[in-house]
T-cell receptor, first 112, second 112 residues
């Protein structure tokens, strides 16, 4: 079993839809959870960061972490064509200075 | 603006011909990372510098080397590139106590 599993996609939704992206993990030591957005042929851009369990909201984006289920989610409300990108979940045991373990990423396409 | 800069953005090299990729940062972060990302795959950590201390991942081939002459710069040297080394190479930085890593735009390497 891989340490981090992410829904493979790709995912295509109409503009305005609510998008749910998910990752599961097996390492109970993970405490820091991140979502990165990566546009085609660009580097990953930090989108959301969460420590331990709970929810975090930033505009149209909400990150959820359920450590008891080893499950994290990213919700995008009122999705826009500009949200079309690959979304990578990442996690670590000790914050930024320890190794980040990434999911493979899911490619999202938002149709106008 | 403070940022992570990678040069060149695109690099074409011949099989077996050494190549050097560079990363610079204006964030004054003490930790720098090199990741390899192949198409549709998660970024894979090759090594990182914690200040001047070099930390190699166990499965990083000997063909990959790194240098960090000062806080701002870090280089990735591929001594004898093979066709399987064609990938996007991502540089990232972080600071002790910070929760996240910040990525540069990447260098796309093509091996002919």
């Amino acid at each position: 079993q891989k340490e981090v599993e992410q829904d493979p996609g790709p995912l295509s939704v109409p503009e305005g839809a609510i998008v749910s992206l998910n990752c599961t993990y097996s390492n109970s030591a993970f405490q820091y959870f991140m979502w990165y957005r990566q546009y085609s042929r660009k580097g990953p851009e930090l989108l959301m960061y969460t420590y331990s369990s709970g929810n975090k909201e930033d505009g149209r984006f909400t990150a959820q972490v359920d450590k008891s289920s080893k499950y994290i989610s990213l919700f995008i409300r009122d999705s826009q064509p500009s949200d079309s990108a690959t979304y990578l979940c990442a996690m670590s045991a000790d914050g930024a200075n320890s190794k980040l373990t990434f999911g493979k990423g899911i490619t999202l396409s938002v149709r106008p | 603006d403070a940022m992570v800069i990678q040069n060149p953005r695109y690099q074409v090299t011949q099989f077996g011909k050494p190549v050097t990729l560079s990363c610079s940062q204006t964030l004054n972060h003490n930790v720098m990372y090199w990741y390899q990302q192949k198409s549709s795959q998660a970024p894979k950590l090759l090594f990182h510098y914690y200040d001047k201390d070099f930390n190699n991942e166990a499965d990083t081939p000997d063909n990959f080397q790194s240098r960090r002459p000062n806080t701002s710069f870090c280089f990735l040297d591929i001594r004898s590139p093979g066709l399987g080394d064609a990938a996007m190479y991502l540089c990232a930085t972080s600071r002790t106590g910070q929760e996240t890593q910040y990525f540069g735009p990447g260098t796309r390497l093509l091996v002919l």
